[in-house]
């Protein structure tokens, strides 16, 4: 006789939710360790707003705080760089590097070390310039979709400690720090090996002749900084500004022929420069393409925005070295070229020529071009293309 084999249905019907199970299991176990998708799920992307004084990052910061989705933090760096006695940048720097990695996991304990014991919100440089610490759930003054405005922040959103910050940085998809005191980019390798950050860096330069004039304009401000910049070398007051702005220029070639020319694996598709002029002629255009590359979606609430607050009156003003407000960016950035004093031009140009021929500023050779507003000192640019960003495991 034939043994008969007969399965029953609910034999059947459990053997196919144990291989069901098994198979779920067995991919989440693949994901997590797999190269499907090495990242984990919900992870959060980095952003580093890396650029000089006086060159339109707090604009541009501005575009990424207003941003529903994203935290904000203004030049975390500044605790550090005013907190040690006079240091130079180099000794700092590996401080900083950190201090970024430890606020871009949402880890606020770190400042401890450069904040009063009592401690609040407005401890934080410049915090009323971050909306997500105006919002839920830091502060209900400001809806996530909604622009915030400092002053009303600064009256109604301090509170004691750090904790409401950090619970509010876990509830975004992005965490963004501006930072204006980095000099290179080796110091940020280990943030962009790590597998638990998404770095991205945005580069934003602007034409050197147009920061001079920026910074003589609010010198005192920057005196400070000067003095960390150029390792407390102390030369003469007037040269302490060409010496500055030396550094920065090199700072720039050093940063950009790093990351273009011969980029180590894990900085490939993470590195973009942005020209603040681009950004001053074509506003949406190249925040649209900033966005796109950090993986935010533009709204049509931005879009006005951005419109508003680069296409305001004015040349901008002289007394509020760190606000935005509503001004002509296109006018602001040509403004250099009837203030700044020809002889002055020529010594920035002699600094910052390696600077200006790699990133596309053309030198102007007499008093008279200088002032010709007809003349286009900028070099166009090759489009921007979308790179695609290896994954962190085929690093
Ligand atoms: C923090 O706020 C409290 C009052 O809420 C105040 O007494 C304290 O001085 C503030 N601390 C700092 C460092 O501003
Ligand atoms: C922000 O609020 C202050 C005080 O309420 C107000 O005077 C100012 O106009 C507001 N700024 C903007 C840009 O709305």
């Known amino acids: 006789m034939v043994p008969r084999c007969r399965v029953g249905f609910s034999t059947v019907l459990l053997l196919v939710i144990l291989q069901g199970a098994a198979m779920v299991l067995f991919c989440s176990w693949y994901v997590q360790i797999g190269p499907c998708d090495s990242r984990p799920p919900n992870s959060k992307v980095h952003v580093l707003l890396l650029s000089s004084w006086r060159s339109g990052s707090s604009f541009l910061g501005q575009v990424f705080s207003q941003h529903p989705s994203v935290f904000y933090l203004m030049e975390p760096a500044w605790h550090v760089w005013t907190k040690v006695q006079k240091p130079g940048a180099r000794v700092l720097r590996m401080a900083v590097r950190d201090l970024l990695r430890s606020l871009f996991r949402c880890d606020l304990s770190v400042m401890d070390a450069y904040l009063p014991e009592d401690h609040n919100v407005s401890s934080l440089f410049m915090w009323s310039h971050s909306r997500a610490l105006c919002s839920p759930p830091a502060c209900p003054l400001t809806l996530r979709d909604q622009f915030s405005n400092q002053t009303q922040c600064a009256q109604r959103c301090d509170v004691r400690g750090l904790q409401k910050v950090q619970e509010a940085c876990t509830t975004y ?223």
């Open 173 to 395: 998809s992005h965490v963004v720090l501006k930072e204006v005191r980095f000099f290179e980019l080796e110091s940020l390798y280990p943030l962009l090996q790590d597998p638990n950050l998404d770095l991205r860096i945005i580069h934003l330069v602007r034409d050197p002749r147009a920061v001079m004039r920026s910074r003589e304009e609010s010198a005192k401000a920057f005196e400070r900084d000067n003095a960390v910049v150029l390792e407390q070398r102390s030369p003469r007051a007037a040269e302490v500004q060409f010496q500055v702005m030396q550094e920065i220029c090199r700072s720039h070639v050093r940063i950009n022929e790093r990351a273009v020319l011969k980029p180590p694996p894990f900085l490939k598709g993470r590195y973009k420069m942005v020209r603040y002029e681009d950004i001053a002629r074509n506003p949406l255009k190249e925040i649209n393409s900033v966005y796109e590359f950090v993986g935010l979606k533009m709204s049509t609430l931005l879009e006005d925005w951005i419109y508003t607050v680069t296409h305001g009156k004015g040349k901008g003003s002289k007394k509020e070295a760190f606000q935005i407000t509503s001004r002509n960016a296109a006018d602001v950035s040509q403004a250099w070229r009837s203030t700044l004093p020809h002889s002055k031009v020529k010594r920035v140009q002699e600094l910052c020529k390696g600077a200006m021929s790699l990133l596309g500023y053309r030198t102007v050779n007499s008093e008279k071009e200088q002032k010709r507003l007809d003349v286009d000192l900028l070099v166009p640019r090759e489009p921007y293309q979308f790179s695609w960003i290896p994954a962190k495991s085929q690093q």
